[in-house]
């Protein structure tokens, strides 16, 4: 119990805005070379800069390492981006 505890906290450290370390990682929903955006602990986490490499992930751990250049990163709540994915007749129509 206490290490499922652990395996879930969240954790973001960057050196440089060219690596990143982030604990608390439950899915990766996409990610290109100039957007990661995933789902942690904490919330949806995106990611944006130039020449973004996912280097090591490990969903079971929810551990991901990122290198590149880092331009913002923004967290929103997992229900505004499940919303977001609802098509615009559908939210019209509730």
């Known amino acids: 119990m206490e290490n499922d505890n652990i395996s879930k906290a969240h954790k973001l450290m960057m050196l440089n805005r060219k690596s990143m370390e ?39 751990k929810g551990e991901l390492e990122i290198e590149g250049t880092v331009d913002s990163m923004e967290y929103s709540e997992i229900s505004s981006y499940k919303r977001k994915k609802e098509s615009m007749l559908k939210r019209m129509f509730k």
């Open 22 to 60: 982030i604990t608390g990682v439950e899915d990766v929903i996409s990610f290109d070379t100039k957007e990661v955006l995933l789902e942690t602990t904490m919330g949806i986490l995106t990611i944006k800069g130039e020449d973004l490499k996912v280097n090591r992930l490990s969903i079971e």
